[in-house]
């Protein structure tokens, strides 16, 4: 618990830093909304900036727990983009704030399929391409990925992955 304490504590900080909001906590995950909440025409860079930090922020706890004789924590990153519903649900007794609809669905594929990819975050195309046009300048290289098929997603999608 004091591992995912601490690895909460890093990644919500950086995320938050760029204007992202947590919609939960998931096990050993994290997801997050850029642009919903608050309104944002700029999420997707926002995103994407997060996302360039929290590799540099998980990459130096890696080494922290190496450093301490420790199995670092391999850590993976996916935005998609698109329409979201953003509400409370739940009961009179415990509501909570959350987001649903395909492009959450694509994202928490999309972290799956950084294994089978052999990268660390997996913007899509598209989100790469509306991100840079609202003003997002890549720190790294990029590699795209033409159409790759992702578990349980009927169409191929056009993936983008940042090197690191």
């Given amino acids: 618990m004091m591992l995912l304490a601490e690895y909460e504590a890093r990644m919500g900080n950086t995320i938050q830093s760029h204007s992202g909001s947590i919609d939960k906590y998931l ?28 590799i540099v922020v998980s990459k130096r ?39 649903f609809g395909d492009a959450v669905n694509l994202a928490a594929k999309l972290e799956k ?22 003003g997002y300048e890549p720190p790294r290289e990029r590699r795209e990925l033409n159409e790759a098929n992702i578990a349980d997603v009927e169409q191929p999608v056009g993936l983008i992955v940042l090197v690191e």
């Fill in 61 to 99: 706890g890696q080494k922290e727990r190496r450093d301490s004789r420790l199995r670092p924590l391999e850590v993976g990153f996916a935005v998609a983009t698109g329409p979201v519903i953003f509400g409370a649900v739940g009961d009179p007794n415990r509501l909570e704030n959350t987001v």
């Fill in 113 to 134: 399929h950084n294994k089978v990819a052999g990268a660390v975050a997996l913007p899509t195309s598209d989100a790469y391409r509306e991100a840079r046009a609202q």
């Fill in 27 to 54: 096990g050993d995950g994290i997801m997050a909304t850029f642009g919903a909440a608050p309104k944002s025409l700029i999420g997707a860079a926002d995103a994407l900036r997060a996302v360039d930090e929290l």
